[in-house]
């Protein structure tokens, strides 16, 4: 679930919660939002603590977009590094007759 869904969601639940409907609550709302980010988006928001909830969200979204950029990229790199190491033997039997052998005495 990406940050964008999961605010949406939290947006939509916290409707019914007549606790965090009020503008007290913005910073416990803001408490509650960051305790359910996935770890990597919690590492980097954490340490800044925004109690706007708007701003947490908007921040924690660009900070799982680019962790996901990042990740996609360094991925396409590998599947790159991969395709080819498929080449089988660098000293393959291109040149060799059918009925040579590679050691021993030739009759």
């Known amino acids: 679930m990406t940050v964008a869904e999961y605010a949406a969601k939290f947006e939509s639940l916290s409707v019914f919660s007549p606790y965090y409907n009020t503008a007290e609550a913005e910073y416990d709302k803001c408490v509650k939002f960051e305790s359910k980010l996935r770890p990597e988006v919690k590492h980097l928001i954490g340490f800044s603590e925004i109690r706007d909830f708007q701003t947490l969200v ?4 660009i900070c799982d977009e680019d962790g996901r ?3 996609n990229y360094y991925k396409a ?3 790159n590094k991969r395709k080819g190491h498929d080449r089988g033997k660098p000293y393959g039997d291109k040149n060799k007759r059918s009925g040579e052998s590679s050691g021993g005495r030739k009759k």
Not at 58 to 61: A, D, E, L, T
Request: net charge positive.
């Open 69 to 71: 950029a990042k990740s």
């Open 58 to 61: 908007n921040k924690s979204r």
């Open 77 to 79: 790199v590998n599947d």
